[in-house]
């Protein structure tokens, strides 16, 4: 027994090893999220999105409003975990801030997860080129976009203090009315 187990192990830990992140992939995702942070001040770019209600979403249409996107996944643990508090924010603020979900997922996943899951946020599936546009490697990435199409705040990743980051923003972009 002893044995079988030790042969278990041997053959165990490289194949976990293997799906370890490399180094130079930790070194990628980390610039990723340097350059996307840069992006605070700056326009957001241009963008026509359909959500999966087929309800269209530019940029040019969205001008004078405030827009929260949250590039978000399904098999995305802490994406799920933020979902409830993101609902909050949602009911708290939407007749002031348009709220926007884009993911790379496909309609038909996305779709399944909602069966089970309720997200309040205006979802848009299947919009890879997006977020690779945005260069977003890391999930949840949130952006909120002021009233001239800028990047009032980013927030990547989940922790306690992640939707509190994104009210407080909220809140002194509509104190500036």
Not at 28 to 50: C, D, H, I, S
Not at 55 to 67: N, P
Not at 94 to 99: A, G, I, L, P, T
Not at 151 to 156: A, H, N, Q, S
Request: proline share 5%; glycine share 4%; hydrophobic share 40%.
């Amino acid at each position: 027994m002893k044995h079988l187990i030790l042969l278990i192990l041997t053959f165990s830990i490289p194949i976990l090893a293997c799906s370890q992140p490399t180094k130079e992939q930790i070194k990628q995702v980390a610039e990723a999220k340097k350059e996307v942070k840069r992006m605070k001040g700056e326009p957001f770019p241009n963008y026509n999105l359909t959500d999966i209600n087929g309800i269209q979403y530019s940029s040019d249409e969205l001008k004078g409003k405030i827009v929260l996107f949250n590039f978000w996944f399904s098999r995305c643990g802490p994406c799920i975990q933020e979902i409830p508090e993101l609902n909050e924010l949602v009911e708290e603020y939407k007749d002031e801030v348009v709220f926007l979900a884009p993911t790379f997922d496909e309609k038909v996943e996305t779709d399944r997860f909602l069966k089970k899951r309720n997200f309040e946020y205006n979802i848009v599936s299947d919009v890879k080129d997006f977020c690779q546009e945005l260069n977003v490697r890391s999930y949840p990435t949130h952006f909120v976009v002021d009233r001239s199409g800028t990047i009032e705040k980013v927030v990547i990743g989940y922790s306690v203090m992640t939707v509190g980051a994104l009210r407080k923003s909220i809140k002194k972009l509509l104190k500036l009315e």
